[in-house]
């Protein structure tokens, strides 16, 4: 935004961060050393809704609530097409149980689930999408940049891989396993 002034499109509590420059209290992040560097203030932030649909161009991008690893975690998708070959591209939000020193995934939110919760429900809400390209926040998670530059020359086909959500959802949820395992046990982030 910075750059092109462009409108930003999030999710309430992603929109609020966005706003203020701040996290909220039901962040996992909120004590990570991390969370302490300032986040720049956008303006002209725009809330989106679960399941919208917003068009930039000719395309159709839908929101998607995915939230656990923060409160406003939204993954998007949409169809890139050539002609009348279409695949079905998803920017899945991060998945992983990542949090600051003394966080607790099973403690009760203030709408009364868990952020443990909330990261199964969107873990399960990847896993089960259509999804022959798979876009991560954190591209070594979707081998994303490894796919594309091993295709051969224009063959776009060659990056689609139809259990790219799956794998990706099947690993996160292996992620929060061991982190509430670490949390009963005593141990913490």
């Not at 962040?27 to 969370?35: G, T, V």
């Not at 995915?66 to 998007?76: E, K």
Request: aromatic share 4%; net charge neutral.
């Amino acid at each position: 935004q910075k750059l092109t002034g462009a409108p930003v499109y999030a999710r309430r509590s992603a929109a609020d961060v966005l706003r203020t420059g701040k996290l909220s209290a039901e962040d996992p992040q909120i004590n990570a050393p991390l969370s302490k560097t300032p986040i720049p203030k956008a303006t002209n932030v725009w809330n989106v809704n679960d399941d919208e649909l917003l068009g930039v161009g000719s395309v159709r991008l839908r929101a998607m609530a995915t939230p656990g690893h923060s409160p406003g975690g939204t993954s998007w998708t949409w169809d890139a097409c050539e002609g009348d070959k279409c695949l079905r591209i998803v920017y899945a939000d991060a998945l992983s149980p990542a949090s600051g020193p003394g966080f607790k995934f099973r403690a009760p939110l203030a709408g009364g689930q868990t952020t443990e919760q909330l990261l199964r429900s969107s873990i399960d809400r990847i896993s089960g999408m259509k999804c022959d390209v798979l876009v991560t926040a954190h591209p070594a998670d979707s081998h994303f940049l490894e796919r594309v530059a091993m295709r051969p020359a224009n063959d776009l086909a060659a990056i689609k891989d139809e259990q790219q959500c799956k794998t990706y959802a099947e690993a996160a949820l292996l992620q929060l396993d061991a982190r509430v395992v670490q949390e009963e046990s005593g141990g913490g982030r």
